[in-house]
């Protein structure tokens, strides 16, 4: 151990989802996120390329006007597709709109590469390649056959200038001297040769592709359904435990109020190493009760879903002061102090789960105050704004964290070496506990310490603006 040295780790595990489509339409998202952000680098590129047009920098006769029309459709298509996709991106399961978003793109930037490709003297110029990029972007974002109709079409604007110029709708357009392009221009053979040669490399390059990416597509959807299959496995673990916690609890509850009948003399005096035995007997029971109580409490935390919570705006001040007051009843038994220093702290609303909320800083608190040592024991709450967040923090001087353990402590069941040492009857549950609360709120929470010094949590959670009625917390204490 490094006793001295403050070591701090940071956990945000982000907020909860569902697997299968909803996984599905967050990759789509991202990727329609992705496509929209490159072709804001395609604009920086044209508005270079007319730069370096009206500089006269090039060996080529470039045109800044022609660069300065494509910089100026692009941007206007993509701020409306922008603004189009701030709708789509906020809601789930729009998967096909999310698709024509991302056809409709790529038909703009056929567009504006078309008349590009035009004005740079068609086959003067490799702008055609820059047209399977969006092939291979057409077999990530949509099916075998879908990408093949973008294939398609990617031909067909690559070709169109090169064809209009041969059939005379289009005057010819050349950046060089243009013996070449009269060259093509002047027979058919040769313009059509160049035409389905395009063909060709077209559709070879989306035939490889799209096998590449169905191939890996396949793989993708065999991890979902392993994913779903281990969601399943874990929820049908998860309620056998609270089936059989549960079947524990009721029994368990009568023995220990017959050991509490014994203990407290309601059967008669007993002799003092009998005593001594049935007050052992109590306090294990206690203990067990405790740890049943928090599995049973993991579990349907385990299996809630944010949509199933009640949510509401909350005072989180409120909700800190009433865990306070609790867990300084807690620290009197062992001689350790509590100061909130947050009662005079003007409210901060953030959306939750009243409940939930006390259990989490309950749990902390009842951290803070066991892994203290008695009648030296110190423990400080903190409650501060950060921007568009509140962070609440539990501080302790108490026994600290290994470093090597930090990663650790959230896991069920885990205790370290120190702990173990010095409070003997925890479950190692409490910190599961929170890691729940902690995700099911979309918070984030920040552990600092020092071995032999004491350590401190805090959570930061996102401030609401609470313009309805606000509720009272203030009478929701000691509920767990």
């Known amino acids: 151990m490094e006793e001295g040295k403050k070591h701090s780790f940071f956990y945000d595990w982000g907020s909860v989802t569902t697997y299968a489509s909803d996984l599905r339409s967050q990759e789509m998202v991202a990727r329609a996120r992705w496509f929209l952000k490159m072709r804001w680098y395609a604009i920086l590129a044209c508005a270079a390329g007319a730069l370096v047009a009206l500089l006269d920098k090039a060996p080529a006769d470039l045109d800044p006007a022609a660069f300065l029309v494509v910089v100026a459709f692009l941007s206007a298509t993509n701020l409306a597709y922008t603004l189009i996709g701030r709708n789509l991106f906020g809601n789930k399961g729009r998967e096909r709109e999310l698709q024509m978003l991302l056809a409709a793109e790529m038909m703009a930037d056929f567009t504006a590469l078309s008349y590009l490709n035009y004005v740079l003297g068609s086959i003067e110029t490799p702008m055609a390649a820059l047209f399977l990029a969006h092939i291979i972007l057409s077999t990530l974002f949509f099916s075998r056959w879908r990408s093949l109709l973008i294939t398609v079409a990617a031909w067909f604007y690559a070709v169109m200038p090169l064809v209009l110029e041969w059939a005379g709708v289009l005057p010819a357009r050349t950046i060089f001297d243009g013996g070449f392009k009269a060259l093509v221009n002047g027979s058919a053979e040769v ?21 590449i990416t169905t191939s890996l597509k396949m793989r993708e959807h065999q991890l979902e359904d392993a994913h779903r299959m281990l969601i399943r496995l874990d929820k049908e673990k998860t309620q056998a435990t609270l089936m059989a916690t549960h079947e524990l609890k009721a029994p368990f509850a009568v023995i220990k109020s017959f050991v509490y009948t014994l203990r407290d003399g309601y059967c008669g005096p007993l002799p003092e190493k009998a005593q001594e035995v049935v007050q052992r007997i109590g306090e294990r029971c206690d203990q067990l009760t405790t740890r049943i109580t928090d599995i049973i409490h993991l579990s349907n935390l385990r299996t809630l879903v944010v949509q199933e919570m009640h949510m509401t705006p909350v005072n989180i001040v409120d909700i800190v002061a009433d865990q306070a007051r ?11 102090s509590v100061t909130n220093h947050a009662e005079n702290a003007p409210p901060a609303y953030i959306l939750g789960s009243v409940s939930h909320l006390q259990s989490l800083f309950s749990n902390l608190l009842r951290n803070a105050v066991f892994y203290t040592h008695k009648e030296t024991g110190r423990v400080d709450i903190f409650v501060k704004p950060e921007g568009r967040k509140v962070a609440v923090t539990v501080k302790d001087n108490g026994i600290g964290i290994p470093r090597e353990n930090l990663e650790k402590i959230f896991n069920d069941h885990f205790r370290s070496k120190n702990a173990l040492s010095h409070y003997a009857y925890g479950s190692g549950l409490g910190l599961s506990l929170v890691k729940e609360v902690v995700v099911l709120h979309g918070a984030s929470i920040e552990v600092e310490s020092t071995v032999g010094s004491g350590s401190s949590f805090t959570v930061r959670f996102d401030i609401i603006d609470a313009t309805e009625e606000k509720p009272n917390h203030g009478s929701h204490t000691g509920s767990r």
């Open 326 to 336: 609790e867990g300084a009843l807690i620290a009197k038994t062992r001689g350790v």
């Open 191 to 211: 313009t059509f040769g160049f035409v389905f040669a395009t063909a060709g490399v077209f559709l070879f390059c989306w035939d490889i592709v799209g096998e």
